[in-house]
């Protein structure tokens, strides 16, 4: 993890599987354009958890890509890959430095802030001001290489307690959507 020497806040974790990640996205053909059968999946893990942002989002070691999106209007911006987030909207590319995801993948496992602004290391990241997220939560999807190939995430831009029932529903559907990866890359060895 690094820290920003100025006001000594947690900043992006370093991220040493990033090139391992990369190279594994690209054998299973994701991770680098919108993917209808994951934007359906973000759309059904918005409507589980009753949050209005759900998206299925690959990293690699500059960016963020959100091969899955639901937002509340449900609509998606940025399918041409050019949209950041901005002005309260969220698109499919995300700086790596914004967002939760990255300290997922980078602690394999779960994080859920019920209230970002009552962790002051979570509460000074660009998605607050830029997005106006308030509540978040994610779990990894670590690959059957044990590489985390990216993470299944919701939000929400009010604090939300989303409970054991919600980290059970995460991880679920976390599982739900590896077999179904691995699945695709089955059919085509």
């Not at 918005?46 to 609509?75: C, K, W």
Request: hydrophobic content about 40%.
């Amino acid at each position: 993890m690094t820290y920003n020497p100025t006001d000594r806040m947690l900043v992006t974790p370093v991220d040493r599987e990033a090139p391992d990640r990369v190279r594994r996205l690209r054998q299973l053909g994701i991770g680098e354009r919108p993917d209808a059968g994951f934007d359906a999946f973000a759309r059904r893990l918005a409507e589980a958890t009753a949050a209005p942002y759900g998206m299925v989002n690959f990293i690699d070691e500059n960016r963020q890509f959100f091969a899955g999106l639901h937002t509340p209007s449900g609509s998606h911006v940025g399918t041409d890959l050019t949209t950041v987030a901005a002005a309260g909207v969220i698109g499919r590319i995300l700086a790596r430095d914004h967002g939760y995801c990255p300290h997922v993948v980078a602690r394999r496992k779960a994080l859920v802030l019920e209230d970002v602004c009552d962790y002051p290391r979570f509460a000074g990241n660009p998605v607050v001001d830029e997005i106006g997220i308030r509540s978040y939560m994610g779990a990894p999807l670590i690959d059957r290489t044990g590489i985390v190939i990216g993470t299944i995430c919701v939000a929400d831009i009010e604090p939300r307690a989303w409970g054991r029932a919600g980290l059970d529903t995460i991880k679920a559907m976390a599982a739900e959507l590896l077999e179904t990866i691995h699945r695709r890359e089955d059919r085509t060895f």
